[in-house]
């Protein structure tokens, strides 16, 4: 069965500063990852997401996460954390094949210091 | 904006009773799912809709049920409500069979007092 885990329910960086958001996967087939974002009362928005091509994945608003298979981790970087990303981060997993079902992650909440 | 609508944005009602939740997929979708969040399960996938035909089923409780009409809009049926139910009800859409992006509407909250 696939399985999601993040990393820290929460994190805190400063304004500027690197963003890492970890997560690890299980799953039985090469899944499709994704990372999606919920802003304070909104629904998720897609970040971004691998499906087998590169594993340097970039995505909207400067984030970007790689695919290591030996690691099984699909981590999300950001170079400079502003404000604005302060929000709830979720990693998901799916195999494409059998259905369209997403797995997501517990989230992670990110926290911006000034 | 996702292109995703739901209906209500907020929804308070009494244990026992039953509620619809609304949702209209982005146009050209097909695929319509559903999910629930709540602060100690997290956001859980209930059911998955395609083109009419249910095609996945996840953690749904059987008090709960959807459809998905020909216009292409999903419903979601809860009943003999409980206190426990009270959660933020998702509905994403996404082009098909085998495309896994999925688009989130902005949700529907559920109070159940």
């Known amino acids: 069965a696939q399985s999601v885990t993040q990393l820290g329910s929460h994190v805190s960086v400063s304004e500027g500063a690197l963003v890492l958001l970890r997560c690890n996967y299980s799953s039985s087939v090469p899944p499709y990852l994704f990372w999606y974002v919920q802003y304070p009362n909104q629904g998720l928005q897609l970040l971004l997401k691998y499906t087998s091509a590169a594993t340097l994945v970039k995505g909207i608003n400067d984030f970007e996460a790689e695919f290591k298979k030996s690691e099984t981790s699909f981590h999300l970087t950001k170079p400079s954390a502003h404000m604005s990303d302060a929000a709830e981060y979720f990693c998901?997993?799916?195999?494409?094949?059998?259905?369209?079902?997403?797995?997501f992650g517990k989230g992670t909440r990110l926290h911006i210091l000034p | 904006d996702s292109g995703v609508t739901q209906t209500p944005k907020h929804l308070i009602t009494a244990t026992g009773q039953r509620v619809t939740l609304r949702c209209s997929p982005r146009?050209?979708?097909?695929?319509v799912y559903w999910y629930q969040q709540s602060l100690d399960q997290g956001l859980q996938f209930l059911i998955q809709y395609y083109n009419g035909e249910e095609r996945a089923k996840g953690n749904i409780l059987e008090r709960f049920s959807a459809q998905q009409f020909p216009d292409l809009h999903s419903e979601l049926n809860l009943s003999s409500l409980e206190l426990g139910d009270s959660a933020l009800y998702f509905c994403?859409?996404?082009?098909?069979?085998?495309?896994?992006?999925?688009?989130f509407g902005p949700g529907t909250r559920l109070t159940v007092l």
């Open positions: 998901a997993v799916s195999d494409l094949g059998r259905d369209d079902k997403i797995i």
């Open positions: 994403a859409s996404s082009v098909g069979q085998g495309s896994n992006t999925q688009y």
């Open positions: 146009s050209g979708d097909l695929s």
